[in-house]
């Protein structure tokens, strides 16, 4: 019969292996492919558009945003998407080589660093959205702030579905 401990450990590191593999494997493409990313994200951008504006009048109305808020809101978060995208490329290049790392022979220590790099990099995507938040805040009412929250609040109830990302909003 198999020890309780060993069958514990087996699970996580079956999980945990499971979880690092998806998250590298998230994309398929190779770390050296940068520009053939940034193609395919510009042929994304472009095919989301529609749906993009059609977000933006829907937030737009939602929160009675005057036309020049809108302009604020969408320089806000064209000042903060290269940032993000580059965050998300490294992301994405160490997830991939954790994945390579974790089918090798790499020490636990080269392993929990490389995890650590993708933490860290989780983080500045963190405090950048905080960042941009912060900058849209200012852009909006007391009254369309409050509208706002109640709206989130909704979404949190349905399990949120059908919530806008203020990054893409113009």
Do not use: C, W
């Amino acid at each position: 019969m198999i020890s309780k401990e060993f069958a514990l450990i087996v699970t996580v590191l079956t999980l945990g292996l499971g979880g690092t593999m998806a998250l590298a494997n998230s994309t398929q493409e190779p770390p050296s492919s940068i520009l053939l990313s940034e193609t395919k994200i510009l042929a994304q951008e472009e095919e989301n558009k529609p749906r993009r504006r059609e977000r933006a009048q829907q937030f737009q109305q939602l929160l009675n945003l005057s036309n020049e808020q809108m302009q604020q809101l969408k320089t806000i978060r064209e000042q903060y998407r290269p940032q993000m995208e580059q965050l998300r490329i490294q992301m994405q290049t160490k997830g991939q080589e954790l994945s390579q790392m974790m089918q090798g022979n790499a020490s636990e220590n080269d392993l929990r660093s490389k995890h650590q790099e993708i933490v860290n990099i989780r983080q500045q995507m963190g405090n950048l959205r905080f960042e941009s938040m912060l900058e849209m805040r200012e852009v909006l009412t007391t009254e369309q702030r409050q509208q706002f929250a109640q709206f989130l609040q909704q979404r949190r109830q349905r399990g949120g579905r059908n919530r806008p990302n203020l990054q893409e909003m113009p």
